[in-house]
């Protein structure tokens, strides 16, 4: 017997919750159902795909591999049946784009609106994801382009740089306070408000290497996974931060942007795509976002 689809499916949402019963609920379906269609899947594959005992279920090493194989294989078939029902609606094409909120004032919108005057048969959706959350995504050929923060990507993807910019000082407004511009050494202790680590390892470092730059030394207190929540807490008073001069243009009030001494570390941005697997005018796309840096 060959497997189907819905095999494939009813075992991924197992491999997620590990537990037959959790399983089932997702798939709005009963126990007994769900465990006999695992048995048909691992006697087409004549294998082991899950352990399973008093305390719940485990994934066998095979498992593990065709759990990885099995979500790559559905992607590429939702992919097929979305860009076959775009060509009945008259859509040739459909560009997925990651992207990191902060975007949004480093002009892509309006690149983006001029692009698609000029491809009306084209189709662009964004996808609001972190760095590392695009290149994951970007690997499951889930997004066709990205936007990320780390030049360290895998190998099998191509990228250019986008954009590069200074860090700008961010601190609060408070009322009476003086209008000169805030000086530095005024927040070598102060509670540094910072991306997180697992958002952006890249950032969280970079942020730090700037701060030891600039002769700062301030405790770590918040660490959030978007840069307008950054801002957001320094408008609140909970500390201080060092941000991308993009941010300038958030539009939050409660805050004040100071240009601080320059230094090599700057904010950059890279275009990341699989030049493989990419849609054939995203080779158009890539090249107009990259002569309009």
Same mark, same amino acid.
């Given at each position: 017997? /060959?497997?189907?689809?819905?095999?494939?499916?009813?075992?991924?949402?197992?491999?997620?919750?590990?537990? $037959?019963?959790?399983? /089932?609920?997702?798939?709005?379906?009963?126990? !007994?159902?769900?465990?006999?269609?695992?048995?048909? &899947?691992?006697?087409?594959?004549?294998?082991?795909?899950?352990?399973?005992?008093?305390?719940?279920?485990?994934?066998?090493?095979?498992? @593990?591999?065709? *759990?990885?194989?099995?979500?790559?294989?559905?992607?590429?078939? %939702?992919?097929?049946?979305?860009?076959?029902?775009?060509?009945?609606?008259?859509?040739?094409?459909?560009?997925?784009?990651?992207?990191?909120? +902060?975007?949004?004032?480093?002009?892509?919108?309006?690149?983006?609106?001029? $692009?698609?005057?000029?491809?009306?048969?084209?189709?662009?959706?964004?996808?609001?994801?972190?760095?590392?959350?695009?290149?994951?995504?970007?690997?499951?050929?889930?997004?066709?382009?990205?936007?990320?923060?780390?030049?360290?990507?895998?190998?099998?993807?191509?990228?250019?740089?986008?954009?590069?910019?200074? $860090?700008?000082?961010?601190?609060?407004?408070?009322?009476?306070?003086?209008?000169?511009?805030?000086?530095?050494?005024?927040? +070598?202790?102060?509670?540094?408000?910072?991306? +997180?680590?697992?958002?952006?390892?890249?950032?969280?470092?970079?942020?730090?290497?700037?701060?030891?730059?600039?002769?700062? %030394?301030?405790?770590?207190? =918040? @660490?959030? *996974? =978007?840069?307008?929540?950054?801002?957001? &807490?320094? +408008?609140?008073?909970?500390?201080?931060? &060092?941000? !991308?001069? /993009?941010?300038?243009?958030?539009?939050?009030?409660?805050?004040? $942007?100071?240009?601080?001494?320059?230094?090599?570390?700057?904010?950059?941005?890279?275009?990341?795509?699989?030049?493989?697997?990419?849609?054939?005018?995203?080779?158009?796309?890539?090249?107009?976002?990259?002569?309009?840096?």
């Amino acid at each position: 017997m /060959a497997f189907e689809l819905r095999h494939l499916r009813y075992f991924l949402v197992l491999a997620d919750e590990l537990h $037959f019963g959790r399983a /089932a609920k997702r798939l709005h379906m009963s126990q !007994p159902p769900l465990s006999f269609n695992i048995k048909q &899947l691992e006697g087409a594959l004549g294998l082991k795909l899950l352990e399973r005992n008093s305390r719940g279920v485990k994934l066998t090493p095979a498992g @593990e591999s065709f *759990r990885r194989s099995a979500q790559q294989v559905l992607a590429e078939v %939702d992919t097929a049946a979305r860009r076959a029902r775009d060509v009945a609606a008259g859509v040739t094409v459909r560009v997925r784009i990651g992207f990191v909120g +902060s975007m949004l004032f480093r002009r892509l919108p309006e690149q983006l609106g001029r $692009f698609n005057a000029s491809h009306p048969q084209v189709q662009t959706e964004l996808v609001e994801l972190n760095s590392a959350e695009q290149l994951e995504a970007l690997a499951r050929a889930q997004i066709d382009l990205g936007f990320v923060h780390t030049p360290r990507v895998p190998a099998d993807l191509n990228k250019a740089l986008y954009m590069t910019e200074p $860090f700008v000082l961010c601190t609060p407004t408070r009322a009476g306070a003086a209008r000169r511009a805030p000086r530095l050494e005024h927040f +070598s202790r102060e509670p540094l408000v910072l991306f +997180s680590r697992g958002a952006s390892p890249d950032y969280y470092e970079r942020v730090l290497s700037l701060c030891a730059q600039l002769g700062l %030394d301030p405790p770590v207190r =918040h @660490e959030v *996974r =978007h840069w307008l929540s950054v801002v957001a &807490l320094v +408008s609140k008073g909970m500390g201080y931060a &060092l941000v !991308p001069k /993009a941010l300038t243009e958030s539009g939050l009030s409660g805050v004040r $942007f100071t240009a601080i001494p320059e230094t090599p570390i700057r904010s950059d941005v890279y275009m990341v795509w699989n030049e493989r697997k990419m849609p054939p005018v995203l080779g158009e796309l890539v090249a107009m976002l990259h002569s309009s840096r």
